[in-house]
């Protein structure tokens, strides 16, 4: 229901930019934002609060009837109504409250409020002051790029003789290349990331670290993801002075930054963990994991992923040497992923038409001239697509089944997922699994339907292969709309 509430907004708002923007102004808050908070929030303070459950009521359809009528109504008057306050109250309220009656029945409100008024109280306040923290913190921005332009302009002095910096402007480079370092780049959203990594692995630790020694991580880990982002503008700056403009603003730009924030986590995650700093008990952790041939294809493919696209402007041209490299590494972890793929069944080619009907309606193809590859790699756009389709075909549902289906969806279940039979499925692991797996991809609405779909298709014959096949017939009839009509954005 979160899911469908979460969709249906999304839909209403995409759709109605000015609406969004007139409440806004009237709230002074973001709503949407703040409704995410909310649920977010909601999820954490109620693991807290030791309460009694309320008895589990089932889903009544008539109810989500209700609540999906609502929804289409509100979005067929949408446009005409006035943006006012005083209009939009009750029709929220009568929204939210159709929403909250497919949970838990009306009858049973008066002893919702009095279980769980605390602790849901507590949510809202915390989402309200998390956002507006949020929207005020951005004015922090001017000082962190200031100082930002302050030491990447000693980086690039170590390699260039003249470097330009226009502090009234913000600006910084040489007079080949120079870049703006407004809110974006001051390395105020690396701080933002940083904060709440080192924050979550603090708490999921927090039994086995030695307090408040472990503190420290917080500090010294938003020092170097700043310092990495002075780092990120010097060779920002670098490479469009060097190599190429382009290459520098639509590739090197925001991978950087990822890398820079992703190498800094793993990194103080595997110091931690391997030689036991901060910890009470040193524990000599074995090098043997059993979740290796499932999670590495899917790690080492997005690693890859982000260091190719540093060098690339739009197009990605690299996508061959991915596909064998990530063939090669499937081959080597063979032993450990075969055995968790007996021979499909043919519910896999249903189910993986199925999603592709689906993906088609909710993602329509469009032609990208700077897409097509005749294009970007002339004399080898054959290879390169040859390359595209066994990748499609045969790599990424390997890697993502392996990793989305073959372990998370089973450690969700128990923290040794290996006894959790393959098609063993609970609506949790379900949801949380397929959402993770939709936000993988830029059609996050899309791609976390065709999560579930693909969870689904392990549970006739508790067969992982099933979802594998699946997910190999999606994408093949994706990569033959994408070369039979030349819609080449569903490549991007």
């Known amino acids: 229901m979160l899911l469908l509430l979460v969709a249906e907004l999304e839909f209403i708002m995409g759709r109605n930019y000015e609406l969004r923007t007139a409440l806004r102004a009237q709230v002074h808050l973001p709503l949407y934002h703040t409704l995410l908070a909310f649920a977010a929030f909601a999820i954490f303070f109620r693991m807290l609060a030791r309460l009694p459950e309320l008895p589990a009521s089932p889903l009544a359809p008539g109810w989500v009837a209700w609540q999906v009528a609502s929804f289409l109504v509100i979005d067929h008057f949408v446009t005409p109504l006035s943006p006012s306050l005083g209009l939009w109250v009750p029709v929220a309220l009568c929204y939210g409250g159709l929403w909250l009656a497919c949970l838990v029945p009306p009858r049973e409100w008066v002893a919702l409020v009095r ?9 809202l306040v915390a989402a ?14 001017r000082p962190l790029s200031y100082a930002s332009l302050c030491i990447s302009q000693r980086w690039l002095s170590l390699f260039f003789s003249n470097v330009v910096v ?12 120079r870049v703006q370092v407004l809110a974006g780049c001051s390395g105020l959203e690396g701080l933002g990331l940083m904060l709440g990594f080192s924050g979550l692995y603090l708490w999921l630790r927090r039994r086995e670290l030695r307090f408040p020694a472990a503190l420290t991580l917080v500090p010294v880990s938003l020092v170097l993801i700043f310092l990495a982002n002075t780092v990120r503008l010097a060779l920002l700056v ?8 382009v290459v520098a603003i639509k590739g090197f730009h925001s991978q950087a930054g990822w890398i820079s924030v992703t190498a800094l986590g793993v990194g103080m995650i595997l110091g931690i963990e391997r030689w036991g700093w901060f ?38 041209i690299f996508y061959p040497i991915r596909t064998v490299a990530l ?4 081959f080597l972890l063979r032993a450990g992923w075969r055995p968790a793929l007996p021979r499909p069944t043919v519910s896999g080619l249903w189910n993986g038409a199925a999603v592709f009907l689906l993906w088609a309606l909710l993602v329509p193809g469009m032609a990208d001239p700077s897409a097509d590859p005749a294009i970007n790699v002339p004399g080898w756009s054959l290879l390169w697509i040859a390359a595209r389709v066994t990748g499609a075909f045969l790599v990424v549902p390997l890697c993502e089944e392996l990793a989305f289906r073959g372990y998370l969806l089973r450690r969700l ?6 006894k959790v039979e393959p098609g063993t499925l609970t609506w949790s692991s379900v949801a949380i699994s397929s959402l993770a797996f939709g936000l993988l991809h830029e059609q996050w609405l899309a791609g976390t339907l065709a999560g579930a779909a693909y969870a689904w298709a392990t549970t006739r014959r508790g067969r992982l292969s099933d979802a594998v096949v699946a997910h190999a017939i999606t994408n093949l009839c994706l990569s033959v709309q994408v070369l039979g009509w030349h819609q080449w954005s569903l490549w991007n």
Not at 131 to 137: E, M, N, W
């Open 238 to 245: 670098a490479v469009g002075t060097c190599i190429s403009p």
């Open 166 to 177: 226009d502090v009234d402007h913000w600006k910084i480079g040489t007079p080949l290349f």
């Open 279 to 316: 910890s009470r008990v040193q524990v000599r952790r074995s090098l043997e994991n059993p979740a290796v041939p499932y999670l590495l294809p899917l790690l080492v493919a997005l690693a890859l992923r982000m260091l190719t696209q540093l060098f690339t402007a739009g197009f990605d």
């Open 128 to 141: 309200v002051l998390t956002v507006g923290l949020a929207f005020q913190a951005d004015t922090l921005w």
């Open 115 to 123: 279980c769980h008024a605390g602790w849901m109280a507590a949510a």
């Open 327 to 330: 063939l090669g590494l499937l």
């Open 413 to 418: 279940q128990n923290t040794d997922f290996r």
